[in-house]
């Protein structure tokens, strides 16, 4: 069964543009400063893209911020919101 992450790709995508954005860094810049390009980081922005724990350590570093806080973010209304495998939050 394929699971939609259409919704949780798209909060990310804003919890790092706000990120970016706080720091008033362009693509390029935090582009620069990690092993991705610039059109990347717009996709995951964007929500287009489905980043893996390498991404998020290179976003990390483009953003001179720990890993942890790209994750450090409300995740919507509820965890419900999102597939799960039967596990509990």
């Not at 922005?45 to 350590?57: F, P, R």
């Not at 890993?67 to 799960?84: C, I, M, Q, V, W």
């Amino acid at each position: 069964m394929e699971k939609d992450y259409t919704k949780l790709k798209a909060d990310f995508g804003n919890h790092v543009r706000k990120l970016r954005d706080s720091k008033k860094y362009s693509l390029r810049k935090v582009a620069s400063k990690c092993d991705l390009d610039d059109s990347n980081i717009s996709k995951i922005e964007n929500g287009k893209y489905n980043v893996q724990l390498s991404t998020i350590i290179e976003l990390a570093k483009g953003l001179d911020e720990h890993p942890s806080k790209l994750l450090d973010y409300d995740f919507g209304k509820e965890l419900t919101d999102y597939p799960r495998d039967g596990a509990k939050y």
